[in-house]
């Protein structure tokens, strides 16, 4: 069941960071203050006043609700999404995760999203700097967040730590899901290889 559900939440945060903006919220959204609010609850508190946020205009278009400043972005959670999602990621993966916006907007397949974007790396056209770099994400049902009393009720954290070309034999860690809270290695060999922790569900109704 761990296995299971850590997947799913897998799955959803990649659809959720290769999405186009394109294909996202067309109805009416949350206030700026109040999606920035929520978004940075993604990141570890010494990064959120100071984070970037993209998120949605009023009419539900893609739009940067915040500059930043420090090394960490944030996305607000998409309001055409019945699930409540939110991520806040290292700067420099940043030139990666818009690629693949852009991509996405063009109807291409997350198979072909990787296929452009691993050669891009390949030929130095795509940076993704070679070090480690982390994402958070809180993922949760559709009231896991009360916009109006801006309260986190119940999400699920992820942290994804990318070690680009990581492998088994050059990380010692397994490359399958191992239970909540073991770290396991996910797309081995990519230049886009990462560790993921997923941890124990958070907010009021946790008493975390």
Not at 174 to 184: F, L, V
Request: charged content about 20%.
């Amino acid at each position: 069941m761990l296995i299971r559900i850590h997947l799913s939440a897998v799955v959803a945060l990649l659809i959720f960071l290769s999405s186009s903006p394109d294909t996202f919220a067309q109805q009416g959204a949350p206030s700026a203050e109040q999606q920035i609010k929520a978004a940075v609850l993604a990141a570890p508190q010494a990064f959120r006043d100071g984070a970037k946020v993209y998120g949605y205009s009023p009419e539900g278009e893609w739009t940067t609700l915040r500059e930043g400043r420090n090394a960490m972005i944030c996305i607000a959670d998409d309001p055409a999404e019945a699930k409540f999602h939110v991520a806040c990621y290292f700067e420099g993966l940043e030139p990666f995760m818009k690629r693949g916006r852009e991509l996405r907007a063009q109807g291409l397949t997350r198979t072909k999203v990787d296929s452009i974007r691993r050669e891009e790396i390949e030929a130095g056209a795509l940076n993704l700097p070679q070090k480690p770099m982390t994402l958070y994400s809180l993922s949760g049902e559709e009231n896991a967040y009360d916009y109006p009393s801006e309260t986190l009720k119940k999400a699920r954290p992820l942290t994804v730590v990318y070690v680009p070309f990581g492998t088994q034999e050059s990380t010692g860690m397994t490359t399958s899901p191992a239970g909540r809270g073991a770290p396991w290695l996910m797309e081995p060999g990519t230049p886009w290889a990462h560790i993921m922790i997923s941890g124990n569900p958070v907010g009021e109704e946790t008493g975390q």
